[in-house]
């Protein structure tokens, strides 16, 4: 059974109603406040028993550029959000990205929202291999190849050597045991895919924001002799 079909399943059962207000982060605009019900007079169901409920309900977001609305599950024992939809990703630039590289960061921002965080870290290190096969870095292994893009191409070394550590998050993700992090969980993985577009900020979009900023200077004839 699916974890939303789990959900649909138990609305079957006595309801009651409740307002609970829930901290998430808008799906839209990115912004992250308490999100009440849609209008004054609506509830959330509550499905369950004294010893453990969950409610269902309807939340909007309070930016008023926005205004979004979201539907969430709340555990009223955990006191947290046990389900958002639409769900929330991590927010990032997709201009100038190549096609290849863009399709790998995306899989592992949806897994992260998911919370499948180490089918996540396994694309981030897809990422990395994606983008040094981009520039045509060869080697036996990534790590290799890592090293031969940083003869390739202009990237800083705090960069570089991220790089080699988003290498060891793929790896931990991949084997039984982690041998560099002590989890491969939400925070690994969203630090991870913040390092990730910082990495491709620098080798593919820092370049066309300074042809744009110069496209924009006044033309200066040049002084005659």
Not at 128 to 155: D, P, S, T, W, Y
Request: charged letters at 25%; a negative charge; aromatic letters at 8%.
């Amino acid at each position: 059974m699916k974890e939303t079909d789990k959900y649909l399943f138990k609305l079957n059962h006595e309801t009651v109603s409740s307002n609970i207000p829930s901290v998430l982060t808008c799906a839209f605009c990115g912004s992250k406040s308490t999100m009440s019900q849609t209008h004054a007079e609506s509830k959330d169901i509550g499905v369950g028993n004294k010893m453990h409920r969950e409610f269902i309900g309807f939340r909007f977001c309070p930016n008023r550029k926005c205004m979004s609305i979201h539907l969430v599950i709340y555990s009223e024992l955990e006191s947290s959000v046990k389900l958002q939809y639409p769900l929330s990703k991590i927010d990032f630039d997709k201009e100038g990205i190549p096609e290849n590289v863009l399709n790998a960061l995306e899989q592992a921002v949806d897994c992260h929202a998911q919370g499948s965080y180490i089918a996540s870290a396994i694309m981030i290190r897809k990422t990395m291999e994606e983008v040094c096969h981009h520039f045509e870095a060869k080697g036996g292994n990534l790590e290799k190849r890592i090293e031969a893009l940083g003869e390739k191409v202009i990237l800083p070394k705090p960069l570089l050597d991220g790089m080699h550590s988003l290498r060891y998050l793929g790896n931990d993700a991949a084997h039984v045991e982690c041998r560099t992090y002590n989890d491969v969980g939400e925070q690994e993985v969203q630090t991870g895919i913040r390092f990730v577009k910082e990495i491709l900020k620098s080798l593919f979009q820092y370049n066309e924001l300074l042809k744009e900023l110069n496209s924009l200077k006044a033309e200066i004839e040049p002084e005659k002799p």
